[in-house]
């Protein structure tokens, strides 16, 4: 093919090149190798992806949708109904057997990550609220967790973020829920710590966590059928 002429950088007289010029014009241009195309990742071999646990456990990476980092240490991730998009860390995976989904109405889920001596588990459960039942549902959160909360609101264009921190003497953590302003839709998440390391390790690694998982929750975005 005339492409293959040009990269191997033969030469061609000039009617060649114009006979070969308008053949390939009628063809669309230079065919791409079928094995081009973005795949994602749960098409791909095993073997080509990131040494990373969510992209090595099979049920995890089915809910991945690209290889490319959004940010350093997290992957593109779309829900199982549709309705949310996120960024997944990469020392997380979700547990198949806790997972749980009703059409594009329900979907539950936990997140198992990793980290050095960090060990966090993640619960997350979409339901189809409505805008302006945010105080029955953050008192339901509190009477799930035990104790009253104290949430503080972050709000945004086309959600609102609610969070509370808690820390007991084994495990620390964030209750949070966010809430969808342009339809329905509402995510709870429970997220729970715990550190196996030293005093002052877990100190440090308390305060990274905290800015992690700030960041995640921020940049959890709902997918609207006006989008």
């Not at 490319?68 to 860390?89: C, H, Q, V």
């Not at 009477?143 to 972050?154: H, I, N, R």
């Not at 440090?204 to 609207?224: R, S, V």
Request: aromatic share 14%.
């Amino acid at each position: 093919m005339y492409c293959n002429l040009i990269n191997g950088g033969l030469t061609v007289n000039k009617w060649t090149f114009v006979f070969f010029l308008i053949a390939m014009i009628g063809l669309g241009g230079c065919q791409m190798d079928p094995g081009d195309e973005a795949q994602k990742p749960a098409e791909m071999n095993p073997e080509d992806l990131p040494d990373v646990r969510a992209f090595q456990d099979e049920f995890t990476r089915d809910f991945l949708q690209s290889t490319e980092e959004t940010r350093d240490g997290y992957y593109p991730f779309l829900s199982g109904t549709g309705n949310f998009e996120m960024e997944f860390p990469a020392g997380g995976i979700i547990g198949e057997r806790g997972y749980s989904k009703e059409d594009d109405r329900f979907e539950s889920f936990i997140i198992g990550v990793e980290n050095n001596e960090l060990e966090t588990s993640i619960d997350f459960k979409y339901l189809p609220e409505e805008l302006g039942n945010e105080d029955i549902v953050l008192k339901q959160l509190s009477a799930s967790y035990g104790s009253e909360l104290d949430f503080e609101k972050k709000v945004e264009d086309n959600k609102d973020i609610y969070i509370s921190q808690f820390e007991t003497e084994f495990e620390f953590g964030y209750v949070a829920y966010i809430q969808n302003k342009q339809d329905l839709g509402g995510i709870q998440v429970f997220s729970h710590s715990n550190c196996t390391g030293n005093e002052e390790l877990c100190s440090e690694l308390m305060e990274q966590e905290e800015e992690k998982i700030l960041n995640w929750f921020q940049n959890i975005n709902f997918i609207n059928e006006s989008d």
